[in-house]
C-alpha cells in the first residue's frame, strides 16, 4: 500500500488516526470534520439535499431501521441506502461512517456469525456510533456478542487502520467517497482489502461535467458533498485504473442545490446521486463480451423472492433464464451471489460483442424484454458499452 502511504502518511502516523494528511488535503478533511463534526447539529441542517437524497428504502431494511437508536438516525447523513441484503456471516466495512446508521442495519443483516466495522475520522461522530453498539447488539439484536466496531482513520487508508488485505467481503459508503481529495486513493485502497469476488456497493454525489476551481474550493460545498463530486466518466477511469473493470448502476436520482448563493457558483453544473456496485473480479472484460451464456436466479436472497436486479438493467425474474455478457455471468457465479444463481455456459466459445440495446432471447424462437441481459423498456439501451465506457456500466 505504498501509494496509500504517500498520499496519507508523508511525516506522520496519520493513518492509525493520530494526525491527517498533509498539505491542502489536511484543509479538506479539516473543513469536513468541522462542518459533520461542529456546524451540523441534524440532518435539516442541510443546505442542498445531496446528503439526504435517495429513494425509500427495501423492506428489509426499513425493518432495521425501526430497531436503530434515535441519537444515531438524527446525526445520518447520506445520499442512498447503499446496504445489499445478501450479506449473512460477511465482513463489512463502512466508509466513512459517520453516526453508524448503516453499520448497525448492517449488523442486523450480517447475523451473529458476521462482522461490521466502521471507518471515519470525526470525533464527535464516532461518540454516538459506539455509544449504543454494544446494547444493539447484544439486547436489541439478542446476539451472544457486539460485531459492531468503529475505528478513527481516515478512509484513503484502510490497511493503516487495521483492515488487512484481502479480508473483507463488502465495502459499503454513504456519500462520502465524495468527500475524499484522493479518491483514487480510496477507490485504490478498498480494492485491496477485498476479497476476490467482493464488492464495492455504495452511494454517492456525481457530476454531469468537471466543476470549476472555484466551486471545489468552496467549504460549504464541501461539507454538503457537492465541491468533491466526480465527473461520472472521471469515476468510471478510476475505477478501472484501480482494478474495479465493470461499475454497474443499480439507482440514480437528481440532487437539488436550494440556496440562491451556491447556485451562482455551480453554474449549469447538475447532479446527482447514484449507487453503483464495483466487483473485484480478474475475469471482467472491459465490454460486454457474448460467450452464450445463460443465467437463472433460483430465489433466495432477502427481499428478492420474485425477482432480483443486478443493476438497473439486469432484472432476473425466478426461474426464468437470461441470456447474459461474459462479465453478468462472472457477477452472477463467481461472488457471494453464487448460491442464488444458476450460470450454464462458460467461456469456451466466444461469439463477439454481446448485443446491448436489442432484445435477444435465450431461445431462438422468440424474443422478449427480459429475457436479455443488457436490454430494458422503453427503447433504452442497456448496456453501457460504446466510447470507452467499459462493460455495462
Known amino acids: 500500500m505504498s501509494a496509500n502511504k504517500s498520499t496519507c502518511c508523508t511525516g506522520g502516523d496519520c493513518c492509525g488516526g493520530t494526525s491527517p494528511p ?3 488535503k489536511n484543509k479538506v478533511l479539516q473543513s469536513v470534520q468541522d462542518y459533520y463534526g461542529k456546524v451540523l447539529s441534524t440532518s435539516k441542517d442541510l443546505k442542498t439535499s445531496a446528503c439526504t ?40 466495512v463502512d466508509l466513512g461512517s459517520g453516526s453508524g446508521r448503516d453499520c448497525y442495519v448492517a449488523a442486523a443483516l450480517v447475523g451473529p456469525t458476521g462482522r461490521v466495522i466502521g471507518i471515519d475520522m470525526t470525533d464527535e461522530q464516532l461518540l454516538v456510533a459506539r455509544k449504543h453498539a ?4 447484544t439486547q436489541t439484536l439478542g446476539y451472544p456478542k457486539n460485531i459492531l466496531e468503529f475505528k478513527k482513520g481516515y478512509i484513503e487508508c484502510l490497511e493503516e487502520v487495521g483492515i488487512a488485505p484481502g479480508s473483507v467481503d463488502v465495502i459499503m459508503s454513504n456519500c462520502v467517497i465524495n468527500l475524499s481529495p484522493d479518491k483514487e486513493a480510496v477507490m485504490r485502497g478498498a480494492a485491496a482489502v477485498l476479497k476476490e469476488g467482493g464488492e464495492l456497493y455504495f452511494s454517492d454525489v456525481y457530476c454531469d461535467r468537471r466543476l470549476s476551481q472555484k466551486a471545489r474550493e468552496h467549504e460549504v460545498l464541501w461539507g454538503e458533498c457537492i465541491s468533491g463530486a466526480l465527473y461520472t466518466e472521471d ?7 484501480v482494478g474495479f473493470t465493470d461499475p454497474r448502476v ?11 448563493k451556491l447556485l451562482e457558483v455551480l453554474g449549469e453544473a447538475t447532479f ?4 453503483f456496485r464495483c466487483f473485484k473480479l480478474k475475469s471482467l472484460e472491459t465490454l460486454c463480451e457474448d460467450y452464450g451464456q445463460v443465467a437463472t436466479y433460483n430465489g433466495g436472497i432477502l427481499g428478492s423472492s420474485h425477482a432480483y436486479d443486478l443493476d438497473d438493467h439486469h432484472h432476473f425474474v425466478r426461474g426464468k433464464p437470461m441470456l447474459v455478457c461474459g462479465n453478468t455471468a462472472s457477477m452472477v457465479q463467481e461472488t457471494r451471489l453464487s448460491p442464488f444463481f444458476t450460470v450454464q455456459g462458460d467461456r469456451s466459445t466466444h461469439y463477439g460483442l454481446f448485443p446491448c440495446g436489442a432484445a435477444t432471447s435465450s431461445s431462438s424462437s422468440s424474443t422478449s424484454d427480459g429475457a436479455t441481459g443488457c436490454s430494458s423498456g422503453a427503447g433504452k439501451a442497456s448496456c453501457g458499452g460504446g466510447s470507452g465506457s467499459g462493460g455495462c456500466c
Open 235 to 241: 469515476f468510471k477511469r478510476i475505477a478501472l485504473k
Open 22 to 24: 498533509p498539505d491542502s
Open 134 to 137: 454494544e446494547a444493539y447488539c
Open 53 to 92: 437524497a435517495g429513494k425509500a428504502p427495501p423492506k428489509y431494511v426499513l425493518d432495521a431501521l425501526r430497531k436503530v437508536p434515535g441519537e444515531i438516525m438524527d446525526k445520518f447523513y447520506g445520499c442512498g441506502t447503499p446496504i445489499p441484503s445478501d450479506i449473512t456471516g460477511k465482513t463489512i
Open 250 to 260: 443499480l439507482s440514480q436520482g437528481p440532487i437539488v442545490v436550494k440556496d440562491p
Open 272 to 275: 446527482s446521486s447514484v449507487l
